[in-house]
Protein backbone atom coordinates (compact mmCIF):
# COMPACT_ATOMS: atom_id res chain seq x y z
CA UNK A 1 0.00 0.00 0.00
CA UNK A 2 0.87 3.73 -0.92
CA UNK A 3 0.77 6.08 2.19
CA UNK A 4 -1.72 8.63 1.54
CA UNK A 5 -0.05 11.71 -0.54
CA UNK A 6 -1.28 14.83 -0.57
CA UNK A 7 -2.47 16.43 -4.01
CA UNK A 8 0.55 17.88 -4.56
CA UNK A 9 2.67 15.42 -3.93
CA UNK A 10 0.75 12.61 -6.50
CA UNK A 11 1.15 15.00 -8.91
CA UNK A 12 4.55 15.74 -7.93
CA UNK A 13 4.95 11.83 -8.23
CA UNK A 14 3.61 11.54 -11.39
CA UNK A 15 5.48 14.26 -12.82
CA UNK A 16 8.49 12.80 -11.72
CA UNK A 17 7.85 9.16 -13.46
CA UNK A 18 6.55 10.90 -16.96
CA UNK A 19 10.24 12.79 -16.84
CA UNK A 20 12.09 9.56 -15.88
CA UNK A 21 10.76 7.98 -19.21
CA UNK A 22 13.45 8.85 -22.00
CA UNK A 23 10.91 9.67 -24.74
CA UNK A 24 8.31 11.51 -22.86
CA UNK A 25 11.36 13.67 -21.21
CA UNK A 26 12.69 14.81 -24.96
CA UNK A 27 8.40 15.36 -25.67
CA UNK A 28 9.04 18.08 -22.91
CA UNK A 29 5.81 17.08 -21.21
CA UNK A 30 4.17 18.93 -18.43
CA UNK A 31 1.38 18.14 -15.86
CA UNK A 32 -1.06 21.52 -16.69
CA UNK A 33 -4.02 20.73 -14.25
CA UNK A 34 -5.81 17.78 -12.31
CA UNK A 35 -8.91 18.39 -10.63
CA UNK A 36 -9.50 15.11 -9.09
CA UNK A 37 -11.37 13.78 -12.33
CA UNK A 38 -9.25 15.62 -15.44
CA UNK A 39 -5.32 15.27 -15.90
CA UNK A 40 -4.89 17.82 -18.55
CA UNK A 41 -0.70 17.75 -19.72
CA UNK A 42 0.99 20.47 -22.08
CA UNK A 43 3.66 19.51 -24.30
CA UNK A 44 5.20 22.57 -26.49
CA UNK A 45 4.78 22.63 -30.78
CA UNK A 46 8.42 23.27 -30.84
CA UNK A 47 9.38 19.21 -29.49
CA UNK A 48 6.51 17.51 -31.58
CA UNK A 49 6.09 19.52 -34.72
CA UNK A 50 5.98 17.41 -37.48
CA UNK A 51 7.61 18.20 -41.77
CA UNK A 52 4.50 20.11 -42.09
CA UNK A 53 4.91 22.73 -38.96
CA UNK A 54 1.89 21.27 -37.25
CA UNK A 55 2.31 18.62 -34.25
CA UNK A 56 3.25 15.15 -34.88
CA UNK A 57 0.86 12.87 -34.65
CA UNK A 58 2.49 10.68 -32.68
CA UNK A 59 3.00 13.16 -30.25
CA UNK A 60 -0.74 14.12 -30.25
CA UNK A 61 -1.39 10.38 -29.76
CA UNK A 62 1.03 9.88 -26.77
CA UNK A 63 0.28 12.84 -24.75
CA UNK A 64 -3.23 11.59 -25.04
CA UNK A 65 -2.15 8.38 -23.51
CA UNK A 66 0.11 9.66 -21.38
CA UNK A 67 -2.74 11.77 -19.76
CA UNK A 68 -5.03 9.16 -19.42
CA UNK A 69 -2.73 6.94 -17.92
CA UNK A 70 -2.12 9.38 -15.66
CA UNK A 71 -5.19 9.27 -14.14
CA UNK A 72 -5.72 6.00 -13.60
CA UNK A 73 -2.70 6.24 -11.26
CA UNK A 74 -3.62 9.10 -9.59
CA UNK A 75 -6.98 7.44 -8.87
CA UNK A 76 -4.82 4.27 -7.73
CA UNK A 77 -2.43 6.07 -5.49
CA UNK A 78 -5.21 8.32 -4.04
CA UNK A 79 -6.52 5.21 -2.70
CA UNK A 80 -3.48 3.90 -1.52
CA UNK A 81 -2.62 1.09 -3.70
CA UNK A 82 0.19 0.61 -5.77
CA UNK A 83 -0.08 -0.89 -9.49
CA UNK A 84 0.89 -1.24 -12.56
CA UNK A 85 -1.01 0.33 -15.39
CA UNK A 86 -1.09 -0.67 -18.85
CA UNK A 87 -2.88 0.61 -21.81
CA UNK A 88 -4.89 -2.58 -23.63
CA UNK A 89 -6.28 -0.89 -26.02
CA UNK A 90 -6.81 2.76 -27.63
CA UNK A 91 -8.52 4.74 -30.89
CA UNK A 92 -6.94 7.89 -32.35
CA UNK A 93 -9.15 10.30 -34.47
CA UNK A 94 -7.16 13.07 -36.41
CA UNK A 95 -9.34 15.43 -36.92
CA UNK A 96 -7.60 19.29 -37.61
CA UNK A 97 -3.66 20.10 -37.88
CA UNK A 98 -2.59 21.75 -34.49
CA UNK A 99 -0.33 24.72 -35.42
CA UNK A 100 0.23 25.30 -31.41
CA UNK A 101 1.44 24.25 -28.18
CA UNK A 102 -0.20 20.49 -27.47
CA UNK A 103 -2.67 20.32 -24.57
CA UNK A 104 -4.42 16.94 -23.93
CA UNK A 105 -7.53 16.62 -21.29
CA UNK A 106 -8.32 13.09 -20.06
CA UNK A 107 -10.90 11.92 -17.81
CA UNK A 108 -13.15 8.65 -16.70
CA UNK A 109 -15.50 7.05 -20.02
CA UNK A 110 -18.79 7.97 -19.62
CA UNK A 111 -19.58 4.52 -18.01
CA UNK A 112 -16.24 4.39 -15.63
CA UNK A 113 -16.97 3.88 -11.93
CA UNK A 114 -13.63 4.89 -9.91
CA UNK A 115 -15.05 3.25 -6.98
CA UNK A 116 -16.13 0.09 -8.64
CA UNK A 117 -12.96 -0.11 -10.44
CA UNK A 118 -10.62 0.45 -7.10
CA UNK A 119 -12.62 -1.96 -5.72
CA UNK A 120 -11.92 -4.58 -7.88
CA UNK A 121 -8.17 -3.60 -8.15
CA UNK A 122 -8.14 -4.14 -4.40
CA UNK A 123 -10.54 -7.61 -4.26
CA UNK A 124 -8.90 -9.24 -7.25
CA UNK A 125 -6.27 -7.64 -8.05
CA UNK A 126 -6.49 -6.33 -11.37
CA UNK A 127 -9.16 -4.13 -13.16
CA UNK A 128 -9.99 -2.43 -16.25
CA UNK A 129 -11.47 1.07 -17.34
CA UNK A 130 -12.34 3.08 -20.25
CA UNK A 131 -10.82 6.89 -20.67
CA UNK A 132 -11.37 9.42 -22.87
CA UNK A 133 -9.17 12.24 -23.83
CA UNK A 134 -8.60 15.20 -26.58
CA UNK A 135 -5.99 17.75 -27.60
CA UNK A 136 -8.09 21.02 -28.49
CA UNK A 137 -6.95 23.95 -31.01
CA UNK A 138 -6.91 27.17 -30.38
CA UNK A 139 -10.54 27.50 -31.37
CA UNK A 140 -11.92 24.94 -29.00
CA UNK A 141 -12.46 22.62 -31.55
CA UNK A 142 -10.65 18.88 -31.21
CA UNK A 143 -7.56 18.32 -33.07
CA UNK A 144 -7.62 15.12 -32.30
CA UNK A 145 -9.49 12.54 -29.72
CA UNK A 146 -8.78 9.21 -28.04
CA UNK A 147 -10.57 6.77 -26.38
CA UNK A 148 -8.92 3.32 -24.84
CA UNK A 149 -9.08 1.13 -22.43
CA UNK A 150 -6.39 0.57 -19.62
CA UNK A 151 -5.75 -2.49 -17.54
CA UNK A 152 -3.83 -2.10 -14.18
CA UNK A 153 -2.31 -4.90 -12.06
CA UNK A 154 -2.15 -4.58 -8.15
CA UNK A 155 1.41 -4.67 -6.72
CA UNK A 156 2.11 -6.16 -3.23
Not at 17 to 40: Q, S, T
Not at 66 to 71: E, K, N, Q, S
Not at 72 to 97: C, F, K, N, W
Request: glycine share 8%; aromatic share 8%.
Amino acid sequence: MVRSMSHADLLAHLDAHYRGMPPVAAMEVAIAGYDGKALRLRAPLSRNVNDKGCAFGGSLASLMTLAAWGVVTLHIQDAGMEAEVYVADSQVRYLAPLFADLEAQAHGGPDTDWPAFLATLAERGRARTELVARVALPDGGDAATFTARFVAFRKG
